[in-house]
């Protein structure tokens, strides 16, 4: 059972662009929401965060925006540089029922070219 | 640099073998995870400490065991190794429960 989708495995996008990464969530005990940026043979690397309580975050180029009704949040870049190209993973927890574990997404490979 | 250290980087070992890995996490959290990234399955969780003792455990084989010790690094041992073990077996910490985690580089395992 995949609670949470990343429904694209590959975007790519033009340096100075936008890029958008879409996740959906099917547990609504999710109350937690988080990108994560990896690169190859590193560990992911924590991003941004939301809270259900809100519906958008933003920190400096990365916004990220949830609609509880809908069961998906997206991650906005921008603008894209070439640095940002690595696997995104959206993950959730269910703090309130299920502690801290976290779920996580499959990925989205973003390549942005120059 | 996530500041959460994880020794050794790569392990290569054999079927019916144990291994343990290590996670130191960053100063001063309290909290850490442990999840195993495989080609078929993702990112998944396996077992959370926090302050020496389990908090949550996800799904993790009756093989593999984990411990928080007092000085707060964590071990995970993999026992009786199979084929399937093979993966990236990653810690996280935070400070405390439900705060954000921050990952370790990893630890490769490759199980012949």
């Known amino acids: 059972d995949q609670q949470v989708k990343q429904n694209s495995p590959s975007l790519s996008v033009q340096e100075g662009r936008i890029s958008i990464l879409n996740c959906d969530y099917t547990n609504s005990m999710f109350d937690y929401f988080l990108w994560y940026k990896k690169y190859p043979a590193e560990g992911p690397t924590f991003l941004i965060s939301?809270?259900?309580?809100?519906d958008k975050n933003e920190d400096g180029r990365f916004t990220v925006f949830l609609n509880k009704s809908a069961k998906h949040l997206s991650l906005h870049i921008v603008p894209s540089q070439p640095g940002d190209s690595a696997v995104y993973f959206c993950?959730?927890?269910?703090?309130?029922?299920?502690?801290?574990?976290?779920?996580f997404g499959e990925g989205t490979q973003l390549t942005v070219n120059p | 640099d996530s500041g959460v250290t994880q020794t050794p980087k790569h392990l290569i070992t054999a079927t019916g073998q144990r291994v343990t890995l290590r996670c130191s996490p960053r100063s001063g959290d309290l909290s850490v995870y442990w999840y195993q990234q495989s080609l078929d399955q993702g990112l998944q969780f396996l077992i959370q400490y926090y302050n020496g003792e389990e908090r949550a455990k996800g799904n993790i084989l009756e093989r593999f065991s984990a411990q928080q010790f007092p000085d707060l690094h964590s071990e995970l041992n993999l026992s009786s190794l199979e084929l399937g073990d093979s993966a990236l077996y990653f810690c996280?910490?935070?400070?405390?429960?439900?705060?954000?985690?921050?990952f370790g580089p990893g630890t490769r395992l490759l199980v012949l």
């Open positions: 993950a959730a927890s269910a703090r309130e029922t299920s502690g801290s574990r976290l779920t």
């Open positions: 996280a910490s935070s400070p405390r429960p439900s705060e954000t985690q921050y």
């Open positions: 939301i809270s259900s309580i809100k």
